[in-house]
């Protein structure tokens, strides 16, 4: 579980510049378990003003069998989404 955690932490050290981080307050975080929940209820116990949230772009039977964690998200914040189309990150 720690090896998956440190390379969350690094995927996201690399996604958000240092300009970004110093231009505002960035909180980054890794959960685990219904994220898409745990997300939208972390960003109205912490007052966010923004969550940035990375999207996978699954078509459409994807979306009506599973569901989407950013549409959820999108549906269910206190606040804005910026949704934005992952990156591939090369794997060590």
């Known amino acids: 579980m720690r090896e998956i955690e440190t390379d ?3 995927r996201i050290n690399v996604a958000v510049p240092a300009t970004a981080r110093e231009a505002c307050r960035v909180e980054d975080m890794v959960v685990v ?3 898409r929940r ?3 209820n972390l960003a109205a116990e912490r ?3 923004l969550i940035v949230l990375g999207v996978h772009g699954r078509g459409a039977i994807d979306r009506m069998l599973f569901g989407s964690t950013a549409d ?3 549906r269910h914040a206190s ?3 910026l949704t ?3 990156l591939q990150q090369p794997r060590p």
């Open 8 to 10: 969350a932490r690094q």
């Open 79 to 81: 606040c804005p989404v």
């Open 38 to 40: 745990i997300l939208a």
């Open 84 to 86: 934005t189309r992952e």
């Open 47 to 49: 007052h966010a003003e």
């Open 72 to 74: 959820y998200i999108v």
């Open 33 to 35: 378990g219904h994220v």
